[in-house]
C-alpha cells in the first residue's frame, strides 16, 4: 500500500513537472515569436547600420525589473511613469477621483457633505478628492462602488 502511494505521488510530481516545463516553453516561444516581429529593421535603420536587430530583452541591465510592473512597448514601466493603482479594478488616481465625483453628482445630489457622511469620512477630504487633489484609498473606493451599487448607480 505505501508503496502505491509513493508510486502515485511520483507520478504526480513528474505530471506537474512536465505541465511547468511545457507552459515556460510556450512563453519562450510566444515571446520570440513577438521579438521576431517587433525587431525587424525598417529600411532607413538597415541602410544607416544602427540595426537593433540582435538586442534581446534582457540585454539592457540598467532597467528595473519589470516582476509587477505594467509593459508598455515590450519594457517594463517603472513607478514614476506608472500612476499608482488603487484597487483591482486598475483604478488610477484620476479614475478614483472621477468616480467619486460621479457617485457624488448622481446619488448624494452634489453634497461632498452626503457623500462624506455616508463614507464615514471628513467632508473637506472628500471636496479635495471629487477636486482631483489628494490621495483617494482602496477602502474610500471600495465603499464608494459599494453606496452606487446599493442606490441602483452604475460605475
Do not use: C
Not at 525589473?65 to 512597448?73: D, F, G, H, V, W
Not at 477602502?139 to 441602483?152: E, I, N, P, T, Y
Amino acid at each position: 500500500m505505501k508503496k502505491k502511494i509513493a508510486l502515485i505521488g511520483a507520478l504526480g510530481a513528474a505530471g506537474g513537472l512536465i505541465y511547468a516545463l511545457e507552459s515556460q516553453r510556450r512563453k519562450k516561444q510566444a515571446a520570440k515569436a513577438g521579438n521576431e516581429t517587433d525587431n525587424q529593421p525598417s529600411l532607413s535603420e538597415s541602410s544607416s547600420g544602427t540595426s537593433s536587430v540582435n538586442t534581446q530583452p534582457g540585454d539592457n541591465q540598467s532597467e528595473p525589473a519589470a516582476s509587477m510592473a505594467k509593459i508598455e512597448n515590450g519594457r517594463p514601466v517603472s513607478g514614476e511613469e506608472n500612476e499608482h493603482v488603487i484597487d483591482d479594478h486598475g483604478t488610477d488616481q484620476s479614475q478614483a477621483s472621477e468616480i467619486l465625483r460621479s457617485i457624488r453628482d448622481q446619488a448624494f445630489d452634489a453634497s461632498d457633505e452626503r457623500l462624506a457622511l455616508a463614507l464615514g469620512r471628513p467632508a473637506e477630504e472628500i471636496s479635495e478628492w471629487t477636486g482631483g487633489g489628494g490621495l483617494v484609498d482602496g477602502d474610500v473606493l471600495m465603499k464608494a462602488r459599494a453606496l452606487a451599487m446599493q442606490r441602483g448607480f452604475e460605475v
